[in-house]
RNA sequence: GUCUUGUUAGCUCAGCUGGUAGAGCACGUCACUUUUAAUGAUGUGGCCGAUGGUUCGAAUCCAUCACAGGACACCA
């Protein structure tokens, strides 16, 4: 049973008892009159007032019981809400006849909401506090808190039980404030810029505009199945065929790959499409931008990180073939040689899945020699064609792509470029991703006629970026794992049952 | 997917080469009207993640499974 722990019994009891003693365990009428933020700010004039205490004032705040120190006929309680955490001092003498020991020391405890009035002052050890006259139980929690000095710090419980790990852990709270923060941010920018914000479909019929493994729905009505959309790209794209210049859209991605400290099934990601404009827009764009965030979220330009420390001061920019060897130390005469790439891949002891082209080879390169030593933010530019099926080729260079993606602490952080809009081209490039699909490349990009269709019509030259907004988040909070981004990272289910529910179906 | 570490009271953790379970916090009782993780006294609290095995005897050793953390692989 789910009630069964002791604790939670006692609790269950006391809970009954201030029932019968006409004490409403969930009461609803609230008259909280300020936040203890604001209650602290109002009131710490009285550091230089004598007798440090106004007893004409009168406040009524309310919070969880963080913390409960009785002794004898006084007790502090410490409460917190939203704002802060705050001391009160409750003596029996100004309560109602017999509340102080029938109802407050027997009754309450740590984790109740409760919700107190009195008057502001000093305490002997110097703590701002609040003088109780009145004293409300707003809510009975009948599960105990974690202990009070640690806290909580068992992952699993911190991630399937977010709600206690906020709770407990103030700086919990605060990541997720900065987070909020980022993606407000990040949609003022772009309303600003004049940028228009659009919704289009989480349910596709072909999954694309990235190379992933989507999952898989069930339209009834339709009788057919629908894919989580691994990426905005082909629809914000016809927006811009249909003539709206500048579209962004912040939501949710959805892969069906695997969990890591970087990967979570369903991700936020901003996706902006610019017409009239290239890549070369895109990097001063993104280097304002990120100007605008840190300008906004008071943050230093040199950011810790781990170990690391990031200079958001020092964007650098490189095309991908020069990295590989000034950065890479990669011999310079093999990058465009298959078979010595492969010989040299091998010579480090690593294997290559046969098959590959040049482009994927040196993509591989990039992976294995690069991408970790990008510490401050790099734009990597002139990607290969053919690992860039909806990037425009180079008008100079037909074998790169006017491309780039943004590494910043070895991390890929954002991938932009001006967009393929000859449908012709496209159709191409399409046909070829078809056969690598057909060669083993399970994530290969999926064909999308009506996607060519649209392009048809004509797209004007444009410039698109995304960004992934959670791993943006953890270099600003100096978090190493995705899930302590997200307020529910993904979780396997803890019972058997539910986890082959799936096959019980079938 | 592979390797590795973990899973003991509501929480944080001990428990050595196998001998029948321990602390702190929380909770109960008592004392205490200015404490700061309050304090002092005292008490309650456990299917030692699950299932098998070895053994006279398993929290402890072995195997399998589940979940989690970390690393690697995959994810261009």
Do not use: C
Request: proline share 5%.
């Amino acid at each position: 049973m789910i009630f069964d722990n002791k604790f939670i019994q006692q609790r269950i009891e006391k809970t009954e008892l201030l029932k019968s003693m006409g004490i409403n365990p969930y009461a609803n009428d609230s008259k909280r009159n300020t936040t203890i933020e604001k209650y602290i700010n109002v009131n710490s004039d009285l550091f230089g007032i004598e007798g440090k205490r106004d007893e004409h004032r009168h406040y009524v705040v309310s919070g969880r019981i963080k913390l409960f120190r009785v002794m004898g006929k006084a007790s502090f309680i410490e409460i917190e809400d939203e704002s802060g955490s705050l001391q009160i001092y409750v003596a029996r003498d100004n309560l109602p006849e017999g509340f102080y020991n029938d109802v407050f020391k027997k009754n309450i405890e740590t984790g109740d909401i409760v919700e107190v009035g009195g008057y502001p002052f000093v305490t002997g050890q110097g703590e701002l506090s609040l003088h109780a006259s009145s004293f409300k139980l707003l809510t009975k929690a009948i599960s105990p808190l974690p202990e009070k000095f640690h806290g909580i710090t068992d992952k699993e419980i911190r991630y399937r039980k977010r709600y206690l790990d906020l709770i407990m852990n103030a700086d919990v709270r605060k990541t997720f404030k900065i987070r909020s923060n980022v993606i407000s941010l990040t949609r003022r920018f772009f309303e600003e810029k004049g940028f228009l914000e659009v919704e289009t479909p989480m349910m596709h019929p072909i999954a694309g505009g990235a190379n992933a493994k989507p999952f898989v729905t069930h339209h009834n009505a339709l009788k057919i199945d629908r894919y989580l959309r691994i990426a905005p790209e082909l629809y914000l794209k016809r927006l811009i065929v249909g003539g709206f210049e500048a579209v962004f859209e912040i939501n949710r991605n959805f892969r069906n790959e695997g969990m890591d400290a970087t990967h979570n099934p369903e991700f936020t990601s901003i996706e902006f499409y610019w017409a009239y404009k290239t890549y070369r827009d895109l990097i001063l764009i993104t280097k304002e931008y990120f100007t605008y965030l840190f300008d906004h979220l008071n943050l230093p330009t040199l950011l810790p990180y781990g170990d690391m420390e990031i200079n958001f001061a020092n964007f650098q920019e490189i095309p991908l073939i020069e990295s590989l060897t000034t950065i890479g130390g990669v011999p310079a005469d093999i990058v465009y040689d298959k078979e010595k790439i492969i010989a040299f891949l091998n010579s480090k002891n690593l294997t290559v899945k046969p098959g590959l082209n040049l482009g994927q080879l040196q993509g591989e390169l990039f992976d294995e020699f690069v991408e970790e030593k990008l510490i401050d933010p790099t734009f990597i530019t002139e990607y290969p064609v053919e690992i860039s099926p909806l990037a425009r080729r180079s008008d100079t260079n037909p074998d790169i792509t006017e491309r780039f993606e943004l590494f910043i602490a070895g991390r890929e952080i954002a991938n932009a470029f001006s967009e393929l809009n000859d449908p012709v081209d496209q159709l191409g490039r399409f046909e070829s991703q078809i056969e690598a699909k057909e060669s083993g490349d399970d994530e290969a990009h999926e064909m999308d006629e009506d996607f060519i269709d649209a392009l048809s019509y004509g797209m004007a030259p444009t410039a698109g970026q995304g960004i992934g907004i959670d791993r943006l988040v953890m270099l600003l909070t100096n978090e190493h794992s995705i899930r302590d981004v997200l307020l529910f990272p993904a979780m396997k289910p803890l019972h058997k049952d539910e986890l082959h529910q799936d096959e019980e179906e079938e």
